[in-house]
């Protein structure tokens, strides 16, 4: 059974940091796009970064550049999210997806495999 288990998640104050990580089980996505999505109450799930298999090449939501940073580490099935400079508006519920091999980080249809989500709560 695949999992996806993220991890991380908190209320931080406006400036700080947080680093989300997220565990992967039940195979391997050593070779998979991964990536972090956030949605908060009445609105889509939106796009914040994805990485590629081997960790190469990397995107992010524009918002996030310069601020936030996507990694992997295959050997322990993890991808991470670190968050620098969070800001109220970084308020969410944010979700790790493993995906097809190659793909688009930015569409939500290339992810296959969700995680149950991680609440972020950023206060002014």
């Known amino acids: 059974q695949v999992r996806l288990v993220e991890s991380g998640g908190g209320l931080v104050q406006a400036g700080g940091s947080l680093r989300l990580s997220c565990v992967t089980s039940?195979?391997?996505?050593?070779?998979?796009?991964m990536g972090w999505f956030r949605q908060v109450p009445g609105k889509e799930r939106a796009f914040v970064a994805g990485?590629?298999?081997?960790?190469?090449?990397?995107s992010y939501e524009d918002s996030v550049k310069g601020r936030f940073t996507i990694s992997r580490d295959n050997a322990k099935s993890t991808v991470y999210l670190q968050m620098n400079s969070l800001k109220p508006e970084d308020t969410a519920v944010y979700y790790c997806?493993?995906?097809?091999?190659?793909?688009?980080?930015?569409?939500?249809?290339?992810?296959?495999?969700w995680g149950q989500g991680t609440q972020v709560t950023v206060s002014s």
């Open positions: 039940g195979r391997s996505f050593s070779s998979n796009i």
């Open positions: 997806a493993a995906g097809l091999s190659v793909g688009s980080f930015e569409l939500k249809g290339n992810y296959r495999y």
């Open positions: 990485i590629s298999g081997g960790g190469s090449y990397s």
